[in-house]
């Protein structure tokens, strides 16, 4: 075994130790879900960074720049754009819903309790898919260092994750993610600057590309694709299920605000700079497959030593979100429609707990099935965003700022979207290049508010509404 693997290695047992010391504090449910809501600001910054800075957003990334160009970094910037949104307009809010663990404990005081079960099957759909996108990512690296099969690879980093966010609940994962940050934020820039080094620096870097590379709209596309896919990644993301946690475990909502800004700003260069990798392997690695970017990259530019603290950072960065999506799912199940749909004897809080640590490993497995049939973990991404933000984020935001609505406009909303989204993908989008996640929202938007303009909605909370 040589000096990375045993880096690696090393920081791998580390994370899982991590998990098992936070085991101890975690006896029940509630402790399972939100902890003692005793998370700093920084804690709350770092987990929110390294929970959204996953693979799809760093390897998916790099590999659509080194095939198309930076068009598709800068899109994500759209991401950054609506964290920011929520450190302003949602995180100050927060504090109007301290005691819930779950979307479905923010959606059922509006909207009643059937609101609530589709919020659980919603947020453990979206989140099995976005986990898949991570547990690709993973497959790829354990892949390339220890020559283990991809499908092989990916079992390996699942069962992973599932150990220690399944023992340890939220602390785990937000004291793993702080570990995880420390290494990622480091990791990717060291690796751009040695390869923006070998390329000879950055004027030597741009002669060398495409030119096509370097437009934000290069031949073939449009303006109206650029804006749709920035847009999917406004709304993609916005306040599923791991990051409305994150807005609930922390008590100073004040320091929540900030830290979420904080971390909106930061993924700006990060996405940059992990967009760039993929135009340095273009010039230095131009005959690779575009997913084993990062991989290749570390092989190629970075010395032993090093190249152990390197390879750890770029687990971390997968591992941060996978380990979040994972709880987030079994959280919504349990909470939202196991509690919901079944008699008072089964809700012993012990039960809860440990039905919370099964689903943890349902979740595993939907999520590895995923990242086995599509390859790209972009593309998994959008996949998952079209089970959330269509069918539930208007209705959501509406909740969170506690806006009076109707019970009957979460229904209407959720069907406009769902019916919109569908019947885009099936025929207008050969029509118009945008995305069936953007005419959904619209569409749930437009139902949704002329349902609340035409009825007169009760207090938010009341149970007068049909």
Known sequence: MNLDNSIVILYVVLVVFIGLFCAR???????????????????????????????????????????????????????????????????????AHDGAVSVGDILEPTYGKPARVIGGLLSFVSCAGI?????????????????????????????????YSTVGGISAV???????????????????????NECGGWSELIAKLPAQHLKIIPEGSSVLQFVSLFLVFVLGETLVPPYVQRLLVSKDKK?????????????VPF???????????????????SNAVFPSMINLLVPIGLKG???????????????SFLLSSSVGIVQ???????????????YKFRLARVVNLVTGLSAMTISMFIPNMLDILVFAYNFWAPMILVQLIAALLKKTVTKASFFGGFAGGLVGSVLWNMFGSKILPIDSIIVGVVCNFAVFYIMNMRSKPAAVGSEAVA
């Not at 600001?41 to 790099?62: D, P």
């Not at 979420?260 to 993924?267: A, D, F, Y």
């Not at 992990?274 to 497959?289: D, F, K, Q, R, S």
Request: aromatic share 10%; hydrophobic share 60%.
């Open 25 to 95: 504090r975690t006896k029940s449910f509630n402790d399972f879900a939100i902890s003692d809501m005793n998370f700093g600001a920084f804690a709350i910054f770092a987990t929110l960074s390294a929970s959204f800075i996953g693979g799809g957003y760093s390897f998916g990334n790099a590999a659509k720049v080194f095939d198309s160009g930076i068009f598709y970094s800068v899109a994500l910037i759209g991401f950054s754009l609506q964290i920011i949104l929520v450190g302003i307009f949602i995180a100050p809010k927060m504090s």
């Open 131 to 163: 986990l898949g996108a991570q547990l690709g990512a993973m497959g790829l690296i354990i892949n390339t260092f220890l020559g283990i099969s991809i499908a092989s690879s990916i079992v390996i980093g699942c069962l992973i994750v599932m150990l």
């Open 174 to 196: 937000v004291w793993t993610d702080v570990l995880q940050f420390c290494l990622l934020i480091v990791a990717v820039p060291v690796i751009f600057c040695l390869g923006l």
């Open 255 to 267: 320091k929540l605000a900030g830290a979420t800004i904080g971390s909106g700003l930061l993924s």
């Open 271 to 289: 996405f940059l700079i992990a967009g760039g990798l993929g135009l340095i392997a273009m010039v230095l690695l131009p005959e690779i497959n």
């Open 309 to 323: 603290i390197v390879i750890s950072g770029v687990v971390a960065i997968i591992m941060s979100s996978a380990d």
């Open 336 to 350: 939202d429609v196991f509690m919901p749909l079944t008699s008072d004897k089964w809700h012993d809080d012990k």
